[in-house]
Nanobody
Framework: QVQLVESGGGLVQPGGSLRLSCVAS????????MGWYRQAPGKQRELVAR????????YADSGLRDRFTISRDNAANTVYLQMNSLKPEDTAVYYC?????????WGQGTQVTVSS
């Protein structure tokens, strides 16, 4: 059983930055894809960004690509999401997801609140 633990969320003012971390209980080299998703109150969970084993990255839209950066540290079994220029609409619970052999694993989520 793979466990994913997110951290780094919190309360930040508009325009601020946060870095989320997702630590896996297994070597992340095994996972075909890892990603960050978010779910705002009353909305469906949505993709933010994904990164492959080889380091290729995808972002849900150009606006997120301009402000967020997904990266991975294989030695630390950790995937990061650097979030800059945060906006109130970025407020959500952020989840880490890992795909392995057709099975998806999710973390418990970390709350990000952008408010003045």
């Amino acid at each position: 059983q793979v466990q994913l633990v997110e951290s780094g969320g919190g309360l930040v003012q508009p325009g601020g930055s946060l870095r989320l971390s997702c630590v896996a209980s297994a070597s992340i080299i095994r996972f075909q894809m890892m990603g960050w998703y978010r779910q705002a109150p009353g909305k469906q969970r949505e993709l933010v960004a994904r990164i492959s084993t080889g380091g290729s990255t995808w972002y849900a839209d150009s606006g997120l690509r301009d402000r967020f950066t997904i990266s991975r540290d294989n030695a630390a079994n950790t995937v990061y999401l650097q979030m800059n220029s945060l906006k109130p609409e970025d407020t959500a619970v952020y989840y880490c997801k890992a795909d392995l052999g057709g099975v998806s694993y999710w973390g418990q989520g970390t709350q990000v609140t952008v408010s003045s």
